[in-house]
């Protein structure tokens, strides 16, 4: 017999950790499984760990502490943890297929909740393969993890996490050398009229405000810059891009980190064939849910960024919300409490569109205008090799696996699909919506040959 | 737009590879063609398959129409050209092992000679050792077939389909087929882009083809559609030499020119036709992952990175149906039960056969449409 629970939980960030919290008061039989060794998602990265010696960090602020207290509260939560799996297939009748150390396992669950949170937006530039180039994200984990970070690297992009990551880069002693923002150097008026709901989240409008203010005033800053380019033979060498009086500049340096926000990670969500809906405000795919973030397919719910980016204070509300709505249809709770939680995260919501708008991508980020920067990096192709093959009568994502094979590599489209999408409805003058996105199957994490050959459906869990 | 001129010969429905072999053979034969595909060429299983192209293990009825075929796979290169490149000849063992499966050899071996065929032959174990240096689990011995191999699905079906627009015949895609109506010895076909008009009409159109002959008019062919799945990992260094089944049990095996392994063997999910869509439920290819293991150990940790599945439609007795239908102008060629790829050349030139009025090329008995 496969092991039952009443709720099983994927992904151990701010939304997993507070649905699981809130589940064990309603004595769910709760089940928590996370691919990294620890709690903490992205934004919490290593917080167990951190909270020993919170005085050597002093890079990391009170909004990285608060998560603590979350943390703190899951490990005394009846909720089970189990760290470092991987989730590679969920079917429709609610079974979930992990890998642990080497072994692969099934639970059978009444209700689901999925919070594997958010990604990186690939952001093909030129020379955005070459070694010593590095998303943002990926520089800041280390510093959160190892307190590892580099002198002289050059920053190059915009978004929230951007700034918040130089920020940190700078508080733990590092010394930039340049931050290349893309995004616009004084805010338009649209930007102005969308800080009125923004107010709602003051402390949020201000901080990011104060932020930026910081880092603007630096003089390795360069604001609202076009055309960058990463330059190197086998390694990054140098970055160039045109600054805002249109002057062409190049600062030599081997370290680059890239970053052009971040978009709910689907991958989990698309293969188990749930509805998903383009947003054309945050420029990617979004599963359907409901107000509670039930999905497509009963008892499949969804909370935190893998429902649309909010970051973590609406994560933690999501998170509460689902569980209050999955415990009313097992009659364990009251509706006027959810609705409460509804508009608490509704809030949370309030700066988003200033955000989306301000921050959105620049085009040639979306789409490099170089022919020869690589797209598809499982497969090696460039963004030549993919006109050509949409040039042969492609009219879509999965027609076009066969015709060059993009996307059939083992990151299943995360650093690609969105870049093919828009490429595919600007050969054809179509919106991305009709276009649409890849196919995605399970496994959506690689399994060996063997911890499949040994899957068994009744170990104890 | 304008509505293309309507009056064709041959409509094949269907951009498979029988629908686009069909075409091609007809089309080289001088004849107006027409192919009209729902979704795109190859959409379905003709593209998505696991390319063996094996006559190893064939129904015996099928063997005349499986040998046809190969002839054709021997010389594709003066058929589509450079695709036929994307055809990987090698040799195909079918090992056994255990007692069941060496019993089940053994039958198939008297079977086959008391049918008169040689192209399959029986290698005792320690010949199967050295074919496979290595295999890592002992063998009663296999079947062999030199030449069969294995080939890139898509590329395949591309190029019947660009051979026959070289011959003169057109291919619409997107263009599904609604209706199917036999009106004073004229078909109508009822489509997303207006009516045609056609004096024959081969109905290639896969898992989907026995409702629409059900509807033109046909007596209800018992097929049943479902999504065999295939499983393909990372890239490892070259160790498989030739295309592996097991006697008696469910995998078929490869390794690409890639280094990747394929990995499947029959099992099937369920197939959503109205959707266009089939299941893939992993956790099923357990046991076919657990025969490759066993038998080379080498494959263990290599990564699966995807998994697919792909529409079939099955007949009970796993043979295709392949003739005249009941009404006048309609032929049928569908129902391969998850081993047609091989068969679509051959298939491509008998229903280019049936509708010229030529003899067909081998017997047909076994695949009447009214064998029900
Ligand atoms: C996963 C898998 C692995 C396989 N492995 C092998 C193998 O190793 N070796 C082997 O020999 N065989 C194999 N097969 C079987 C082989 O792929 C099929 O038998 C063969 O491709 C069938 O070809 P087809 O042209 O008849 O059908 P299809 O390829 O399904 O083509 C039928 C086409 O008709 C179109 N159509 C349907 N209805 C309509 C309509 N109303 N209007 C317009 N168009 C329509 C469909 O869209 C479809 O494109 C495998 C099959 C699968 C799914």
Known sequence: MKTNFDLVIIGAGPAGMSAAIHASKFDMKTLVLDDQFAVGGQVYRHILQNNNNRTDLPFLDEDYWSGHNLAHEFSCSSAQLRPESRVWQITKNKEVFFTQKGKAHCVQAKAILIATGAMERPMPVKGWTLPGVMSVGAAQILLKTAQSGTDGAVFAGSGPLFYLAIQQYLRAGFEIKAVIDTSPKKIPLMGYILTIPALLQPNLLFKGARWRAEIRKKPFYFSEVKSVRINGKDFAESLCFTDVEGRKQTISTSHIFIHQGVIPNINLTMATELEHRWCGRQLCWKPKVDMFGESSIDGIFIAGDSLGVFGAEAAVFSGKIAIQRIAANAKRSAAIKTLVLCLYRWRQLAIRPFLDYLFKPPEDWLLPDDDTTVICRCESLSKADISNAIELGVSGPNQLKSFCRAGMGRCQGRLCGLTIQKMIANHHGQSEDKVGYFRLRPPIRPLTVLELATLSNDDPV | MMIP?????????????????????????????????????????????????????????????????????????????????????????????????????????????????????????????????????????????????????????????????????????????????????????????????????????????????????????????????????????????????????????????????????????????????????????????????????????????????????????NLPIIGHGKQPGLIHGFGFSAHGFQLGPAVGEVLADLVMGQQPRVPLDAFRPDRF
């Open chain 2, 5 to 317: 001129s309507n009056r064709n010969k041959v409509i094949v429905i269907g951009g498979g590879i029988h629908g686009c072999a069909t075409a091609y053979f007809l089309a080289k034969r001088g004849q107006t063609v027409t192919v009209v595909e729902k979704d795109h060429i190859a959409r379905h299983a003709s593209g998505v398959n696991a390319g063996g192209v094996r006559t190893l293990g064939r129904d015996l009825a099928e063997i005349p129409l499986s040998l046809a075929s190969m002839d054709l796979w021997k010389k594709l290169h003066s058929e589509i050209g450079v695709y036929a490149q994307a055809f990987h000849p090698s040799f195909y063992l079918k090992v056994a092992i255990d007692e069941e499966g060496y019993a089940l050899g053994s039958a198939r071996a008297e079977a086959l000679k008391h049918a008169g065929y040689n192209h399959e032959f029986w290698l005792d174990a320690s010949d199967v050792q050295d074919r496979l240096p290595k295999l890592t689990t002992p063998t009663y011995g296999g079947f062999l077939v030199e030449g069969d191999g294995w080939a890139r699905p898509w590329l395949i079906v591309r190029g019947f389909a660009q051979g026959a627009r070289q011959y003169g015949a057109e291919i619409i895609e997107k263009c599904n087929v609604f209706g199917l109506e036999l009106r004073q010895n004229c078909w109508y076909l009822k489509t997303d882009k207006g009516v045609f008009e056609a004096d024959y009409v081969v109905n290639c159109a896969g898992a989907w083809a026995a409702d629409l002959a059900f509807q033109s008019g046909e007596p209800k062919a018992p097929l049943s559609a479902y999504a065999p799945m295939l499983a393909v990992t990372e890239s490892k260094p070259p160790i498989l030499p030739a295309v592996i089944g097991v006697l008696g049990h469910t995998l078929s095996l490869k390794q690409l020119d890639t280094g990747q392994f394929v990995i499947g063997g029959g099992v099937r999910a369920s197939a959503n036709l109205s959707e266009n869509s089939g299941e893939v439920v992993l956790p099923e290819l357990r046991e076919s992952m657990q025969l490759a293991a066993r038998l080379f150990s080498d494959i263990s940790n290599a990564q699966i990175i995807r998994c697919w599945s792909g529409i079939e439609g099955y007949m009970p007795d």
